[in-house]
């Protein structure tokens, strides 16, 4: 007798649901088939694989809406690691350059694999340069082969050196290239259905990388096609001056003036935005991805995420790309995003509960996945499992309490019902070949 396609994960010691009413179950156990949750309860069976839970937290899978998973090939570039977003991005353009097909793929193995051992189970990806025949399907390929659930944003930028801009001519593409080629990948690899692996958005690099009217083309074609947006957006003081002097008003006029705001629309930081573009963003349902580690590493200021919650607006975290201290540990950056409130309003201004809905049920929101982010009937089988029996958890009251006093990476992942994380470990590839391969790219890289 064939086995059911089921997984039993038994007698967990505590459950974050993260449903509406925020339900925590105590000694709980969760069945899976076909990538879905079926049963949430006590004294379940199953005949298919049975995973003992004892001693463990179970939450959803974390969600990162934000990440540039090519830079995990540049992580602590010498002439970058004390420079601000201009200056590092200037250090960064002719390393970038050279990069080709073979560098996108590994580069982006290797940070999925580093999300996934912190317990991400979906994430987006911003790519927009494609250097020496690279392109987002050789990121698709790499979410594939290792398993996670992806968001990749077709990036893009227009405006070069000789025009006024920051990226040297070399890494920026002619604008009607770029829509033909959102489109391509969108017809290629869009899957809007439930349960979807992978979903295609439309992501120029940010205001001051790309035209008006590229901004407003790509708004069209993301709604003809019915894909999502994204981009960066008031990041820091540099990027308000700049919009005031270039565009002559604020990065939420700029971006509702084209057509980039409402509930298929995120922005990347957000640290600089006002009330009025809050209460706008809040109005819209437009999505920030919040990236603390980021704005802390390249001191771009601490994002108003209490006042954007209490607004109504829709926030999930990023890890960024390796501007996020140059890791892209997602529950880290869950606990920075706690951090970070408390160190401009106090002590209770992010509860570790809050945090963590924040970066489950929050970025599935912000990414449109009502199918994803919560344990509940009928959603997808996407699992952390945090064993609290190590030395981080020892002493802890509250299981809850993950992003005060728990581990920092997952025992194990479940995706789509599959367990890509087994005791620690990746299952879906040899993950010690993949780093090899990487570090010795990343030495090619420096001796160029
Ligand atoms: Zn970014």
Redesign the pocket.
């Known amino acids: 007798m064939t086995k059911p396609n089921e997984t039993l994960i038994r007698n967990a010691r505590l459950v974050l649901t993260m449903d509406d009413a925020g339900s925590e179950i105590p000694n709980c156990d969760i069945l899976m088939r076909d990538g879905v949750i079926v049963e949430v309860g006590q004294g379940l069976s199953s005949a298919g694989q049975v995973l003992d839970a004892a001693g463990c937290l179970v939450t959803p899978g974390l969600v990162n809406t934000?990440?540039?998973l090519y830079q995990s090939l540049t992580r602590a570039v010498p002439g970058g690691q004390d420079a601000l977003l201009f200056g590092w991005l200037q250090t960064l353009y002719p390393i970038w350059s050279r990069f080709g097909p073979e560098e996108m793929y590994v580069s982006a193995q290797v940070g999925l694999a580093e999300l996934m051992l912190s317990g991400c189970t979906l994430t987006s990806d911003?790519l927009y340069l494609y250097p020496n025949g690279s392109r987002l399907d050789d990121t698709i390929a790499a979410a594939a082969d290792i398993g996670m659930r992806f968001h990749p944003t077709r990036g893009s930028m227009s405006i070069g050196e000789s025009d006024g801009g920051l990226p040297p001519d070399s890494l920026v593409e002619d604008e009607r290239a770029i829509l033909e080629d959102c489109i391509r990948v969108i017809d290629a690899h869009h899957d809007a259905s439930d349960g979807s692996m992978c979903r295609v958005g439309v992501a120029p690099c940010s205001p001051f990388s790309v035209s008006r009217d590229l901004m407003r083309d790509a708004a069209v074609l993301a709604r003809d096609k019915r894909v999502m947006l994204h981009t960066?957006l008031a990041e820091n003081d540099e990027d308000i001056a700049y919009s005031l002097e270039k565009f002559g008003c604020r990065p939420g006029q700029y971006a509702q003036d084209l057509g980039w705001t409402g509930d298929d629309v995120w922005h990347?930081?957000c640290v600089k935005l006002d009330d009025q573009e809050i209460d706008l963003f809040a109005r819209s349902g437009t999505g920030v991805a919040h990236?603390p580690c980021?704005n802390c590493r390249l001191g771009s200021g601490i994002a108003p995420v209490r006042q954007m919650r209490d607004a109504g607006v829709k926030v999930g975290l990023?890890v960024?790309?390796s501007?996020s201290t140059d890791a892209g540990n997602l529950v880290l950056e869950a606990r920075q995003s706690m951090l970070l409130q408390r160190v401009s309003l106090g002590a209770d201004a992010m509860s570790a509960r809050e945090a963590l809905r924040i970066a489950t049920r929050g970025g599935a929101e912000v990414l449109g996945r009502d199918d994803c982010g919560q344990i509940a009937i009928g959603k997808r089988a996407d699992l952390a499992i945090w064993d609290m029996n190590g030395i981080e958890a020892a002493g802890n009251w509250d299981t809850a309490a993950l992003l005060l006093a728990g581990p920092t990476q997952v025992r194990d992942l479940f995706i789509e019902g599959r367990r890509v994380v087994a005791s620690g470990q990746i299952t879906s590839i040899d993950l010690s070949k993949t780093i090899a391969r990487q570090n010795a790219m990343a030495l090619a890289l420096s001796d160029g």
């Open positions: 934000h990440h540039h911003h960066h990347a930081h990236c980021s990023g960024d790309g501007a």
